[in-house]
Antibody, heavy 122, light 113 residues
């Protein structure tokens, strides 16, 4: 069974750093794009960025470029999303999701994790 | 970037009736090389992650009831639920994956009974 298991909810203060994870099982982690999607409270979905673990090719939404870092560790089949200095506006649910499509041009998300809720107090 | 705009923002439909959600893109998502529309639809129920319903504008995912259908081409797309069931209450999102990343989602349409 294919699973995307995300790390647990986090409560942080503004200015702190954070790294959340998404651990994959049931398929070859290296050969499929993994993405991160933000959902702020009561709002829609924001496409943040994606990574191809096999070669660490990473594509960011310019809105999030420089604000977060997406990475992957093939040895533990895990993708990460990290912040060096959180803001209150980072409070949101963060989903990891697997993409369908070739390495050259990823397509849509076919499987989603259950989300990691990040709460940042000011 | 391609901007996706859904309408309406919310919709109330009676059980057994048809629900129609529109999604318009600021630029075409139809590829001239393979004649495919790079457009997907997702369903998000309260407290759950999104679920893929339809890809390539009209290809239903395995296990998705056939009351869900997608149509359209180029810049104008529609998600139709032919006979609304109680379990269809959710927020629905369109997603274009035509552009070199970033891709983009519509703002969502909340479907209620």
């Amino acid at each position: 069974e294919v699973q995307l298991v995300q790390s647990g909810a986090e409560v942080k203060k503004a200015g702190e750093s954070l790294k959340i994870s998404c651990t994959i099982s049931g398929y070859s982690f290296a050969n499929r794009w993994i993405g991160w999607v933000r959902q702020m409270p009561g709002k829609g979905l924001d496409w943040m960025g994606i990574i191809y673990p096999g070669n660490s090719d990473t594509r960011y939404n310019p809105f999030f470029q420089g604000q977060v870092t997406i990475s992957a560790d093939i040895s533990v089949s895990t993708a990460y999303l990290q912040w060096s200095s959180l803001r209150a506006s980072d409070t949101a649910m963060y989903y990891c999701a697997r993409l369908v499509g070739p390495q050259q041009l990823p397509w849509y998300f076919d499987l989603w994790g259950r989300g990691t809720l990040v709460t940042v107090s000011s | 970037d391609i901007v996706m705009t859904q309408s309406p923002d919310s919709l109330a439909v009676s059980l057994g009736e048809r629900a129609t959600i529109s999604c318009k893109s600021s630029r075409t998502v139809l590829s001239s090389s393979n004649n495919k529309n790079y457009l997907a639809w997702y369903q998000q129920k309260p407290g759950q992650p999104p679920k893929l319903l339809i890809s390539w504008a009209s290809t239903r995912e395995s296990g998705v009831p056939d009351r869900f259908s997608g149509s359209g081409s180029g810049t104008d797309f529609t998600l139709t639920i032919s006979s609304l069931q109680a379990e269809d209450v959710a927020v629905y999102y369109c997603h274009q994956y035509y552009s070199i990343p970033p891709h983009s989602f519509g703002q969502g349409t909340k479907l209620e009974i």
